[in-house]
């Protein structure tokens, strides 16, 4: 559950410019409605955990049940796997050197189902590892602090992270105080925008959020503060920033 620390016409404005959308890769052909399985359509998978075994990082998920799930980057390598009769599936990998990019995406055939999603490992697992979501928060699949992450197009921030139960969180930022309810384990919270380096703090637990990038390549990922910071494009060139703190 979320709410803004901003008056009615910001929150309309922000609504509005969370809306982006990451770039599928060509191959194979893809659907462009992902959730109309009653039509026909293929819903793309989504990673629920990672777990590290040895020198490899394992992913579990659930997608349509018999189906292909592949996690591929741009440069055409891919990682796959079958989900069973219930769904779920198993992805393993030898851990990267580096940081790398993936896009989930389910096949049957010769049509797939890519995810608006993208999965980033930040140097080799023993960085961050998250699902980054256009239009929505961050989700960290690694050992997170409260706040796991904070999400800007230079024009809105959101701030998300998990919890425990459904204690209301404080979250103090531009001088405004807000509690918000998580809901399944989950809060995030739209933030005022700031022109550079802001203190967050949440649940008694103080942060340093970085500031937005500067120009540079994209993707790519850089250290920043106490932190990471992920910069990505989505559809149309829409520039977007997403700060990963490090665990405490």
Do not use: H
């Amino acid at each position: 559950m979320k709410r803004a620390m901003l008056g009615k016409a910001g929150t309309a404005a922000i609504l509005v410019a969370l809306t982006t959308a990451c770039n599928a890769p060509a191959p194979p052909k893809r659907t462009e409605a992902p959730d109309a399985t009653s039509s026909g359509w293929t819903r793309p998978p989504a990673i629920l955990s990672v777990r590290r075994v040895s020198a490899s990082l394992v992913f579990t998920g659930e997608a349509e049940p018999g189906t292909r799930v592949v996690l591929r980057n741009d440069s055409g390598a891919a990682y796959a796997a079958a989900a069973d009769g219930r769904g779920r599936f198993e992805i393993r990998m030898a851990a990267p050197a580096g940081d790398l990019w993936l896009q989930p995406e389910t096949q049957i055939g010769q049509d797939a189902a890519p995810s608006p999603d993208r999965l980033l490992i930040v140097a080799g697992g023993r960085g961050p590892i998250a699902i980054l979501r256009s239009g929505g928060p961050t989700r960290r699949l690694d050992r997170a602090p409260v706040l796991g992450a904070v999400d800007s197009d230079g024009r809105m921030r959101l701030a998300s992270g998990q919890a425990t139960g459904t204690v209301p969180i404080e979250v103090q930022a531009g001088g405004e105080s807000v509690r918000v309810t998580p809901a399944a384990g989950r809060w995030s919270l739209m933030l005022r925008p700031a022109n550079g380096p802001d203190g967050i703090a949440v649940g008694g637990s103080r942060f340093a959020w970085p500031g937005e990038s500067g120009s540079g390549a994209v993707p790519r990922v850089e250290r920043a503060g106490q932190g990471w910071r992920a910069v990505w494009t989505g559809a149309g060139g829409a520039r977007q920033t997403t700060w990963l703190p490090d665990p405490a």
